[in-house]
T-cell receptor, first 114, second 115 residues
Framework: SAVISQKPSRDICQRGTSLTIQCQVD?????MFWYRQQPGQSLTLIAT?????????ESGFVIDKFPISRPNLTFSTLTVSNMSPEDSSIYLC???????????FGSGTRLTVV | DQQVKQNSPSLSVQEGRISILNCDYT??????FLWYKKYPAEGPTFLIS?????DKNEDGRFTVFLNKSAKHLSLHIVPSQPGDSAVYFC??????????????FGKGTLLTVNP
């Protein structure tokens, strides 16, 4: 079974709508991270989600566009708001599960905005 | 500004031969480097890492070499197997080993191992 479960795995959405992506980790973790991979590009960090505090956003990403929740130590959501075709990407969550093996990633959400 | 660069978008090798994937970085503050493998429709899977205090780390068929003066690292896979066919991402961070480090990724190299 997956150690980081992410859903939905894919979605096709209308522009102007919002999509919430869920990420569940099989153990408690301090930090969870949300990445975006646009076509042909590298994985780009959107924000770091720390339980009990506001997420920290990277340059070029804002909370109004990508609100994040982190209600407990095993779960986080990322919402892509007011979507446009430029938001079509793969969105991935990740966490350090403390095994010394680097970050573990979810399987990703492939979002297409039409 | 791409701080981690993988200049080869693709690489094709024969089964049994060596695969060498290269990665360059520009930020001299990076002190921890990782390689990830990604199959289609899956998330990246951690493969191997190296701290800047080392110049080599080996795990089975996979060896990562770090040349700090050149800001260059490479991943060697010997012998290559068809199951190794995937996209390989190089990643770097500041603050080695801590659980709060942020990763900066390269664009990836598609490795194809031909039977």
């Amino acid at each position: 079974s997956a150690v980081i479960s992410q859903k939905p795995s894919r979605d096709i959405c209308q522009r102007g709508t919002s999509l919430t992506i869920q990420c569940q980790v099989d153990s408690q973790v301090t930090m969870m991270f949300w990445y975006r991979q646009q076509p042909g590009q590298s994985l780009t960090l959107i924000a770091t989600a720390n339980q009990g505090s506001e997420a920290t956003y990277e340059s070029g990403f804002v909370i109004d566009k990508f609100p994040i929740s982190r209600p407990n130590l095993t779960f986080s959501t990322l919402t892509v708001s007011n979507m446009s075709p430029e938001d079509s990407s793969i969105y991935l969550c990740s966490a350090d599960r403390g095994l010394g093996y680097g970050y573990t990633f979810g399987s990703g959400t492939r979002l297409t905005v039409v | 500004d791409q701080q981690v660069k993988q200049n080869s978008p693709s690489l094709s090798v024969q089964e049994g031969r060596i695969s060498i994937l290269n990665c360059d970085y520009t930020n001299s503050m990076f002190d921890y480097f990782l390689w990830y493998k990604k199959y289609p429709a899956e998330g990246p899977t951690f493969l191997i890492s190296i701290s800047s205090i080392k110049d080599k780390n080996e795990d089975g068929r996979f060896t990562v070499f770090l040349n700090k003066s050149a800001k260059h690292l490479s991943l060697h896979i010997v012998p290559s197997q068809p199951g190794d066919s995937a996209v390989y991402f190089c990643a770097a961070s500041v603050a080695s080993g801590g659980s709060n480090y942020k990763l900066t990724f390269g664009k990836g190299t598609l490795l194809t191992v031909n039977p």
